[in-house]
């Protein structure tokens, strides 16, 4: 199946002002990347100030059915026409960059697979007892506000467990529970002294 592209515009949700040119091939995943992706340049910044006042981007696809090369071009031209034109694009480069749609053969992916396997990124680092007991202190002290639990709750909702992970978490609960701690052992003896006054 040949992959066709797109050029697409962002723009100000407040005036209508084109401020970034941009090719896909597929609109809305990008447009969900440009928002919660945040990346440390013009278009980054313009995005998260955005965000900030509760509003995004206006997305707005001006050519469909496009080569790879075909977008290259539209999009190198369109953003040359608009600085030429004085509109103050948030763009980084003057387009064409990029590899959108590349695919690596399966051979590159077998040497990259072989290359990597075994390698454990980040096995270097270690946290010595000391440093995971005040992390853990400190999560256990942690009082969440009730819009971090409604957003805690929001992103778990619809999520669908293995049975291996429902019963890891089981076994995991049954032990936590066998010696509980002080802060427990004051909820339990609070919730008891709440059900007994019922």
């Known amino acids: 199946m040949i992959r066709t592209f797109y050029v697409y515009a962002l723009k100000c949700p407040d005036t209508g002002d084109v401020r970034y040119i941009g090719k896909t091939c597929d609109p809305e995943r990008r447009f969900r990347w440009h928002m919660y992706q945040k990346t440390k340049d013009h ?32 999009e190198i031209f369109l953003i040359a ?27 590159t992916k077998q040497r990259l697979r072989e290359i990597n396997r075994g390698n454990n990124h980040g096995a270097h680092v270690r946290h010595d007892e000391k440093f995971k007991a005040e992390l853990a202190q400190r ?20 999520r669908k467990l293995t049975e291996e992970h429902r019963r890891k978490l089981a076994e ?23 059900l007994s006054s019922l």
């Open 43 to 74: 278009k980054g910044f313009w995005i998260q100030k955005l965000r900030r006042n509760k509003k995004k981007p206006v997305i707005q696809v001006l050519a469909s059915g496009l080569t790879f090369d075909q977008a290259n071009n539209l």
């Open 81 to 107: 026409l608009l600085r030429l034109m004085g509109t103050n694009l948030v763009n980084s480069t003057n387009g064409g960059e990029g590899c959108s749609g590349f695919k690596q053969s399966e051979e």
């Open 139 to 158: 999560n256990r002290e942690r009082v969440w506000t009730a819009e971090q639990r409604k957003k805690s709750s929001r992103s778990h909702s619809g």
């Open 172 to 194: 995991h609960w049954r032990e936590y529970w066998k010696q509980p701690n002080e802060d427990h052992r004051r909820k339990l003896a609070h919730l008891a002294s709440k």
